[in-house]
């Protein structure tokens, strides 16, 4: 079965500091790889998905993610963030050729505080 | 103004109560989810579905039970089994199961007392 694991719970910042959220994924196979935030009071939105080709992956509001399939990882970054990226962070894969294709799987969140 | 409507946002009942959780979407995809989110728990899957008349158990499908007689609506029950029901429950759809993103309703939260 698959699974996600996102090491950090709650990642205090800075305005300016940059942003890096790890993500590791348990599946050997072919994997659709996503990131989605959830503001205040908001409904969950994508951030960026990784389907193929260029495994650094460019989203919304400057978030970028990198595949690295050696590691079963799908890392978020940000160079710079703001106070408005304040939120909690869900890291999820999907494995579309697998025995469960319907399974989005999701990491247990990472919830960034970022001090004006 | 296409999108997914979960409704109540809120709901309270009454433990030893079966409740039903809304879910329409109107943007033509075929694959429907519910999921639990609670606390430090992430999301977890309850039920999918990829096509009308079909659904799949998730992760933590135990006293619950879903329908999809409609493409656009897939609505949960949370039956009395469920042992700890109270929670956060999102709705989500896709174009296709697993292969296009999924998008998100606003949430109902259901307190049961």
């Known amino acids: 079965a698959q699974s996600v694991s996102q090491h950090n719970h709650h990642v205090i910042l800075s305005e300016a500091a940059s942003l890096e959220l790890g993500c590791n994924y348990s599946?050997?196979?072919?994997?659709?790889l996503f990131w989605y935030v959830q503001y205040p009071g908001q409904h969950l939105q994508l951030l960026l998905k990784y389907f193929s080709g260029d495994p650094l992956v460019k989203g919304i509001k400057g978030f970028e993610a990198e595949f690295i399939k050696s590691k079963f990882s799908f890392n978020l970054r940000k160079p710079s963030v703001q106070w408005s990226d304040t939120a909690e962070y869900f890291c999820a894969v999907n494995a579309p050729y697998g025995g469960s294709q319907g399974n989005l799987i999701f990491g247990k969140g990472t919830k960034l505080s970022v001090k004006p | 103004d296409g999108g997914i409507t979960q409704s109540p946002k809120y709901l309270f009942r009454k433990e030893g109560q079966n409740v039903t959780l809304s879910c329409e979407q109107n943007l033509n995809h075929d694959a429907m989810y519910w999921y639990r989110q609670d606390p430090g728990q992430g999301l977890r899957l309850i039920y999918y579905s990829q096509i009308v008349n079909d659904f799949q158990k998730g992760d933590i499908a135990e006293g619950y039970s879903v329908s999809r007689e409609k493409k656009e609506s897939f609505p949960l029950t949370v039956t009395s089994a469920q042992k700890n029901p109270t929670a956060f429950y999102l709705c989500?759809?896709?174009?296709?199961?697993?292969?296009?993103?999924?998008?998100f309703g606003q949430g109902t939260r259901l307190t049961v007392v």
């Open positions: 989500a759809s896709s174009a296709q199961t697993g292969r296009t993103e999924a998008f």
């Open positions: 599946y050997g196979g072919t994997v659709n």
